[in-house]
């Protein structure tokens, strides 16, 4: 999948005002600090996409871009970001949740994974409500240029090891870095496979 055009459209604190056109989503969520905004422009190969903050939270809507009048890349909020508000997280976690539930258009679900990190119950959880809710999930371990093979590769078993105990099989997996933009074609071609087969009327 090559990248000609990408730009941004919407944010929506409601599904029911996301846009209405009738083309593909993907969704990208994880934890908080997790690589989101970076991944989506290492993705579409534009910096500026997508703000990107040291700080955590900075995505507190439900950012709709275009790709290629193709399809939407959808930047979802981050969760388990501690320094927010106990209220503020809720709202955040019930406006992404009906989102995935509600929206017809929603192909696929990137969970982003830290890969610098052991599994985090955070991450289980979310993955569990995804699968409960039978939503077409993928996984994206980023920043993988900041891990040795030995590490990374025993962060990865292990977060294997904790979603098979809910999970029948492995939904497909992908290594990324922003940095040196591992994981790109992969991950494009992937998308690309999935959106060849789609039609909406």
């Known amino acids: 999948m090559k990248i000609f055009k990408s730009e941004f459209i919407k944010s929506s604190d409601d599904y029911k005002k996301c846009p209405k056109e009738h083309i593909?989503?993907?969704?990208?969520?994880?934890?908080?600090?997790?690589?989101?905004?970076?991944?989506?422009?290492?993705?579409?190969?534009?910096?500026?996409?997508?703000?990107?903050?040291?700080?955590?939270?900075?995505?507190?809507?439900?950012?709709?871009?275009?790709?290629?009048?193709?399809?939407?890349?959808?930047?979802?909020?981050?969760?388990?970001?501690?320094k927010s508000s106990k209220?503020?997280?809720?709202?955040?976690?019930?406006?992404?949740?009906?989102?995935?539930?509600?929206?017809?258009k929603l192909s696929l679900v990137f969970l982003l994974i830290d890969s610098r990190i052991k599994p985090q119950k955070t991450d289980i959880k979310f993955s569990n409500f995804i699968g409960t809710n039978n939503i077409p999930m993928n996984i994206i371990f980023t920043k993988t240029d900041k891990m040795n093979k030995k590490g990374l590769e025993n962060n990865i078993e292990l977060f294997k090891n904790q979603i098979l105990k809910s999970w029948k099989k492995l939904p497909d997996i992908f290594l990324s870095s922003s940095i040196n933009k591992t994981g790109r074609n992969k991950i494009l071609s992937h998308i690309s496979k999935i959106n060849n087969n789609i039609s909406y009327k």
């Open 87 to 104: 209220f503020e997280r809720l709202k955040w976690q019930k406006m992404t949740q009906k989102f995935m539930i509600n929206s017809s």
């Open 24 to 82: 593909p989503e993907y969704a990208f969520i994880g934890r908080s600090n997790v690589g989101k905004s970076s991944l989506l422009n290492m993705l579409v190969n534009n910096k500026k996409l997508s703000k990107t903050s040291s700080k955590p939270g900075k995505t507190k809507l439900i950012n709709h871009f275009k790709i290629n009048d193709a399809c939407f890349f959808v930047d979802l909020p981050g969760y388990g970001w501690a």
